[in-house]
């Protein structure tokens, strides 16, 4: 996918994504639509990602999983990833980092309490029935 999105980047001079690409190959029209699927499509996702951050903070802290409250706790990671957007670039690509950081040190955590459990005697031998 990303060597298509390169292939079709190197045939315009001007961004706009995959908006500019489909205008491009198939016309204004096809480029509106494809514009707003888009559009669209970041909108319903990061509502998505927002809305299960929220499910995700009821489950760590059971007090505050009355409805109400995951709704405001989904606005509130709307609302700051749309403050680290206001501010610019680089508390955004800061965030990121810290994010990914995040995800390491949790796979870090994970594989350090989890390989002391490791039975090499399971890893050998043959496969269950119906596993290929």
Avoid: H
């Amino acid at each position: 996918m990303a060597l298509c999105y390169a292939e079709a980047a190197s045939r315009v001079d001007r961004t706009g994504g995959p908006y500019v690409y489909a205008s491009e190959a198939f016309g204004p029209r096809i480029g509106f639509v494809v514009g707003w699927m888009c559009f669209a499509n970041s909108v319903f996702s990061f509502a998505a990602v927002s809305s299960v951050a929220a499910a995700y903070f009821g489950k760590l802290v059971p007090a505050a999983s009355a409805p109400l409250t995951l709704k405001a706790v989904a606005l509130l990671v709307i609302a700051v990833f749309a403050l680290l957007n206001y501010r610019g670039a680089k508390p955004g690509a800061i965030a990121v980092d810290l994010f990914t950081i995040g995800k390491f040190v949790v796979l870090l955590v994970l594989v350090s309490a989890l390989l002391p459990q490791l039975q090499p005697a399971r890893l050998s031998g043959p496969l269950p029935s119906g596993a290929a």
